[in-house]
Each structure stands twice: as C-alpha cells, then as structure tokens.
C-alpha cells in the first residue's frame, strides 16, 4: 500500500512479450482487478476510425478518448478481457494489426494520453490492480510498489503474433508481421511522450523462450508471492 491506496503491479513491455496473457492471469491468482490500458488507446483509435476523425487531428481525439463508452469483462483463464465499446463486443477488432499500427500513432500524442491518465488511475481499486501497458510503472502508477517490464526478441514476438494469426484463420506472412513489430518498437521506443522504457526500479523478464507459466512464476516472484 501507498499512501493507503490500493497496492499497484505494473507489467510494461513490448506488443507480443506476453503481458496480455500473463496479467490476467497473475490478477486471477492475486485476486486484484485488471488494468488493459493498451485496449484505451485500441478504443481511441478504433473509435476515431469509425467516427470519421484523421488519426492526425490531435484536437478531436482528444474528444473521442475522453468519451469513451467502455467497459472490461473478465473472461477465462489464458484469454484476453472481453472489450465494450458503446455496448458493442470490439475484443477481436481491437487486436488487429491495423488497430494495433493506428493506436500506436494515437499514442505518441501527449494530449491524447492526458485525457487517458486519469481514466487509467481510477481502475486503482481494492483489494489491488494489476496495470498491463507501456508506461504503466513509467507515467500513470509512478508509486506502484512492484513494477515488471517483459520482453522478448522481437523475432519471437513476431512467431507468437504468426501463430495467433494462423490459429485464427487469417492469412499472414511472417517477414511482414516482424518488420511491423520492428517499425512500432520504434516508434514506441522514441516517442517524445512516456517513450516505452523500463521504469527505474523495474525488474526486467525476458520470455523468449519461456512458457506462459514460467514467465507467471517469475513475475510471481518479482511480486514477492512465490
């Protein structure tokens, strides 16, 4: 606890290193709720598409995110939250690579994630939150006592974003999805606001090469629970 507030875990990393995955499942273990902030910026995204407003015009996303009709719905074990926008289920479209590519672009705007912040913090609920984003231990939960950032190559990341793809039936190539994922880590990595970084009290897991459960003990460990 801080300042008794609720105790924050933040998970930051890179798409594709397993945050999704694992958050939910240490929150599930944990008994605390769940924080998908990255779904925030999908929504925008998603949102501002479907409205008609230019992923360039600053002014009118900032709008579109601070109105945002959504809710998170806990699903089972291994499987990304359920998403509501405006009443509609948006899970799966929200996790397309070409809403994953606009959210990127939303989100190297620093108005547009001040409109965001506060949403983000107001999850911070009892008896805990488990935050899963960018710049979660970095920006919105600066105070969270326990901060992990995953990573994986972006090689592995690209055969893990390959496999969901084919599984799902959708036609992919593998070279596209890495130079994709290269260009966004990019963007990510050297945005001017809250550039994707390890917080400085952070412990770092890579799981390239680690199962789902071995990377769920290590951030178990990292939160002092195994």
Known sequence: MTDNLPTVITVDGPGGSGKGTV???LAKKLGFHLL???ALYRLTALAAVR???SLEDEATLIGVAASLDVAFEPTPPGEPAKVILAGEDVTSEIRTETCGDNASRVAVMQPVRDALLQRQRDFRKAPGL?????DMGTVVFPDAPVKIF???SAEERARRRFSQLKDAGVDVNIDALLEEIRVRDERDMNRSAAPLKPADDAQVIDSTGLSIEEVLDRCMAAAGQA
């Open 23 to 25: 958050t939910q499942m």
């Open 150 to 152: 995953l990573t994986a």
């Open 51 to 53: 409205q008609g407003v």
């Open 130 to 134: 488990v935050a899963d984003g960018r």
């Open 36 to 38: 998908d902030s990255g």
